[in-house]
């Protein structure tokens, strides 16, 4: 059941959602590429970091960008009056900003991320271990992949100093968070990634930057997958491990190897294609994902909130700033 504390900030992310979801549209961001997360710690705590160059791309991630684009701009709807009177006239991809920081992003993974820590927390204390891990490892999804496309350091250098100022309000409080969660950081982002894909290849109106923005998040699932099912999970290296951490391994490895396989043999843009993987890439990262006791996640979920709230009052306050600007003259 959900607590006092939740309903108070639902109650003000729910409020402020709509203004924010009003406003967003009205700030100029891009996104670029992606930053290599940091390396996940192996077994005796050996970093193993992903090489730095992409991984040989899978036949879905070579010349398949552009050929995607161009079937999709094949495939959208006829112009005119009859056509546009039905058409879909929203595309996911306009919500994603282009070359900076997407604020509107950090508020819907922190969001998804708060909630879930509170859900893990009250499913542990309700003494349904699976769906607290379940739960878990999808805050460490959200915060993984609002690191990943969201927060790189390139992007920050381009975005307006009222929008930075906000990254760097929240931003401590994330590091911290994200950091204290236990999902191996390759499997939080593969499965992240995959799962983001799934909202592009859903758009109603879906254009050529969504299916460019599958295709990007599709080749760090490649490279990540193959990362951890080659390297973190060689064989050799797994059967040194104590038999409770190879049977983990074993599992895992099994769960990439069949989302890689779905994505292989299927279409990369179709949405059936990516929830098949998605499952298998879930199956990972929540069978690696350890549980700790419930006054742990407990203490996650609070952290949450406050990361939550520091945002919140960060960004209200670049709103008020702005509206005190005048607007220099054309």
């Known amino acids: ?155 920050l250098a381009r975005t307006p100093p009222a929008d930075r100022a906000v990254v760097e309000a929240v931003r401590p409080c994330l590091d911290r968070l994200r950091s204290a969660l236990p999902t191996p950081e390759a499997a939080a982002v593969v499965w992240g990634s995959v799962d983001e894909a799934i909202r592009f290849a859903r758009s109603p109106r879906r254009t050529p930057r969504d299916a460019a923005e599958v295709m990007r998040r599709l080749q760090v699932v490649d ?35 069949e989302g890689s396989h779905r994505l292989d043999q299927g279409d990369p843009l179709d949405p059936a294609t990516l929830e098949a993987a998605a499952v298998a890439y879930e199956a990972a990262a929540v069978g690696l994902t350890p549980l700790p006791d419930a006054a742990t996640l407990a203490q996650w979920a609070d952290a949450a909130h406050r990361c939550q709230a520091m945002f919140y009052a960060a960004y209200l306050q670049r709103l008020q700033t702005a509206r005190k600007t005048p607007t220099p003259p054309a």
Do not use: I
């Open 223 to 257: 490279t990540q997958g193959a990362f951890l099912e080659r390297v973190a999970f060689d064989p050799a290296t797994v059967r040194t491990w104590p038999p409770g951490q190879q049977d983990q391994a074993w599992a895992a490895r099994a769960a990439l190897r």
């Open 1 to 155: 059941m959900p607590t006092g504390s939740d309903f108070v900030w639902g109650s003000l992310q729910t409020a402020t959602n709509h203004l924010l979801d009003h406003l967003h549209h009205h700030l100029d961001r891009q996104m670029g590429p992606p930053m290599a997360p940091p390396p996940w710690q192996g077994s005796g705590g050996v970093a193993l970091a992903p090489p730095a160059p992409a991984l040989a791309p899978a036949p879905w991630t070579a010349a398949a960008v552009g050929a995607a684009g161009a079937g999709v701009a094949a495939a959208a709807p006829p112009t005119g009056p009859a056509a546009d009177a039905t058409a879909p006239t929203w595309s996911y991809a306009e919500d994603v900003a282009v070359g900076a920081t997407c604020l509107n992003c950090l508020r819907k993974h922190l969001g998804t991320a708060t909630q879930a820590l509170a859900a893990a927390r009250d499913a542990a204390q309700q003494g349904t271990p699976d769906v607290a891990r379940r739960y878990l490892a999808r805050a460490s999804a959200e915060l993984a992949v609002l690191e990943q496309y969201d927060l790189a350091p390139d992007l």
